[in-house]
T-cell receptor
Framework: KNEVEQSPQNLTAQEGEFITINCSYS?????LHWLQQHPGGGIVSLFM???GKKKHGRLIATINIQEKHSSLHITASHPRDSAVYIC??????????????FGTGTLLAVQP | DVKVTQSSRYLVKRTGEKVFLECVQD?????MFWYRQDPGLGLRLIYF???????EKGDIPEGYSVSREKKERFSLILESASTNQTSMYLC?????????????FGDGTRLSIL
């Protein structure tokens, strides 16, 4: 079993829909990343959070440390949101280097 | 903004060749990472470096080596390329010290070994 699980693996939505992507993890963590990868490969960090909730534009990320679960929400989705969304956790680790453990990603397609 | 630059977006090499993938970052970050990304497997850590000339194996180091002679540059070397090393390779960098520093990624190199 992967230490970081995402669901769904694939998601197709109509423009304007509210979208939720879920991430569950089984290890102790110090923080969690949500990353976005567009076709062609480059990865952009959307959020890094260790508690509560963060909002940036139409994107909202929440984390529940006790339940080891995080969600990424997209409000009023748009075709330009089509991408792979990746959850990655920073495992509790004794060193200063923040190694990440990645989920396998959620492929989102937003249709006009 | 942090800029992580990978030398090639696409690369085609032949089995047995020695292959160099280069990564440069411009923010004086201590940590640099090399990942490969494969469908259904996500990103997996090959090697990372936390200082010049320092390196540590990640989860899948077999068949790879790395070099970090200068702080801004981290090279991934495929000593003798094989077809199972066909993949997307991503470089990242981050600051050290505080644990929760974000990693900044390059655009990736899609490597095909024929």
């Amino acid at each position: 079993k992967n230490e970081v699980e995402q669901s769904p693996q694939n998601l197709t939505a109509q423009e304007g829909e509210f979208i939720t992507i879920n991430c569950s993890y089984s290890v102790g963590i110090s923080a969690l990343h949500w990353l976005q990868q567009h076709p062609g490969g480059g990865i952009v960090s959307l959020f890094m959070l260790s508690s509560g909730k963060k909002k940036h534009g139409r994107l909202i990320a929440t984390i529940n440390i006790q339940e080891k679960h995080s969600s990424l929400h997209i409000t009023a989705s748009h075709p330009r949101d089509s991408a792979v969304y990746i959850c990655a956790v920073i495992r509790n680790y004794g060193g200063a280097t923040n190694k990440l453990i990645f989920g396998t990603g959620t492929l989102l397609a937003v249709q006009p | 903004d942090v800029k992580v630059t990978q030398s090639s977006r696409y690369l085609v090499k032949r089995t047995g060749e020695k292959v160099f993938l280069e990564c440069v970052q411009d923010m004086d970050h201590e940590n640099m990472f090399w990942y490969r990304q494969d469908p259904g497997l996500g990103l997996r850590l090959i090697y990372f470096s936390y200082d010049v000339k320092m390196k540590e194996k990640g989860d899948i180091p077999e068949g790879y080596s790395v070099s970090r002679e200068k702080k801004e540059r981290f090279s991934l070397i495929l000593e003798s390329a094989s077809t199972n090393q066909t993949s997307m390779y991503l470089c990242a960098s981050s600051r050290t010290g505080l644990r929760n520093q974000p990693q900044h990624f390059g655009d990736g190199t899609r490597l095909s070994i024929l």
